[in-house]
Each structure stands twice: as C-alpha cells, then as structure tokens.
C-alpha cells in the first residue's frame, strides 16, 4: 500500500472541520496512517497535498449566489483551521457555473455550497460539496437564513397548499348530495301507510298505548294518533 506522490492527506470518516485529517509526509508516514485506518470501522481516503494559497466557499441559495475567500492567518496546513481571514467576493460566472452543475448532478438542488483551494500555483481544485448543511460565512448570514426561510416557504405554498375553497366547496357538496339519498330523515317524513294496530304486536302496542295519550286500561284499536306515530319513528330511528 502506498500513495502516488507526497505529502498526501489521509482523511478518515465524514469529519468535517479538520477533523480526521492528517498528513503523511513519507511512505512510512502514510502505512502508520494506514494501519491506524484499519483499526476505524469508518471509511478512508487519500487526496494529494495541496500547497494552499487560500480556500473559496461558493454557496447558492435559490436564486441566490455568494462567494468567500478564506485565508488562514495561523500557520496550519489545514487552512480551514485556527484563525483566518474572511472575505466576500464577487462571484465569477465560472464559479456560479460549477455550483449549478453540482446542483443538477443531483437532482436540482436549491440549496448547495462547494469548496475549492486554490493553490499556489493558482490552480483551483474542489474538495468538497454540501447540500442544505453548508455553512453560512460572513456578516451576512441574517441575509443567507431569511433567503433560506423564503425558499422553503414558497416550495410550501406550491407543495403543501390544501386544495382550492373552490373544490372543497363543490366536493362537500357532492358529500352531502349523495348523503341524502337513503337516509332515515325522508322516512321520518313520510306518513304511516296503515295503522299501527293493525301490524305491530301486542307488546308494542302496549308500550306505545302508555306513553301516548291512550292510557293502559283503553282497548288498543283504531287509528294510532300522532304522539303515537311520533314515539313509533323514534323507535324506529333508535333501533
């Protein structure tokens, strides 16, 4: 196991912020790094050392695009470390290019940040892409969050929104339409079509003849009277 040329950086993991990270100047070097990578149940890379100059983050929110030169000012190699100097650049239409095609690759993201160093030679490599965890940079992160809170909420007002009161009013509608059909109500309306005497039993006519205006002891013949055939629908609509 060896690298193709030195230094070289071993990167262990999904760590971010220089964590994991470590420079292996000779073969030795890197096969100590290798032994200890064997030990992680974690994935391992290793990426060519770059001399750096200074790092750019490229961040695209919407509509929105924002360039950020960061330059370390401590001395470490790792330029994303320590202290350093920030500053807001006018973004390139070579940058802007990269993101939106960073952004198509998978699957048209809105929301997407990469990050390149830049060299001494001036060379410009990317070493890393974000979707929605970047990382907002500078005195105008407020700016960055309200962007983010627009975008999220106009992708609501298309995918989210309840149906029109349009619809809703007409599918109610058609509901209560198709409700009606059937239903005991038109029954309570309609009237006895033959006395109640003359097809109930002897115990509901008994039942009925108590509650009604005929009292218990009154033979139960004739028509039945409208309390009767009142109680006699209530019955019914209990049952």
């Known amino acids: 196991v060896s690298a193709s040329r030195y230094p070289v950086v071993v990167k262990l993991g999904h760590a971010h912020g220089g964590t994991g990270k470590a420079r292996a100047e000779t073969n030795q070097e890197f096969l100590d790094l290798a032994s200890l990578a064997a030990m992680a149940n974690a994935y391992c ?45 006018s973004v390139s239409e070579r940058h802007r290019t990269w993101v939106d095609h960073v952004a198509q690759l998978f699957g048209g993201l809105d929301i997407c940040a990469i990050e390149l160093l830049v060299g001494k030679d001036g060379r410009e490599h990317i070493i890393e892409v974000n979707d929605s965890a970047l ?12 962007h983010i809170a627009e975008l999220v909420t106009a992708k609501m007002q298309v995918y989210c929104r309840p ?16 409700s009606q059909v059937g239903s005991p109500v038109e029954d309570r309306t309609a009237p006895p079509t033959a006395p109640l005497g003359s097809h109930g039993s002897m115990g509901s006519m008994a039942s009925i003849g108590s509650l009604g205006s005929v009292g218990s002891t009154a033979p139960m013949t004739g028509d039945v009277t409208a309390s009767d055939s009142h109680h006699q629908l209530q019955r019914r609509d209990s049952q």
Request: hydrophobic share 25%; proline share 3%; no cysteine.
């Open 45 to 89: 890379t290793a990426e060519p050392y770059i001399d750096t100059k200074y790092d750019v983050h490229v961040q695209k929110i919407g509509n929105n695009y924002k360039a950020f030169m960061r330059k370390s000012i401590s001395g470490n190699w790792k330029s994303n470390t320590g202290s350093a100097m920030l500053e807001q650049l």
């Open 135 to 146: 990382s907002l940079m500078g005195d105008s992160q407020e700016e960055d969050r309200r």
């Open 163 to 178: 149906p029109s009161m349009l619809t809703k009013t007409a599918s109610r509608g058609s509901m209560s339409g198709s």
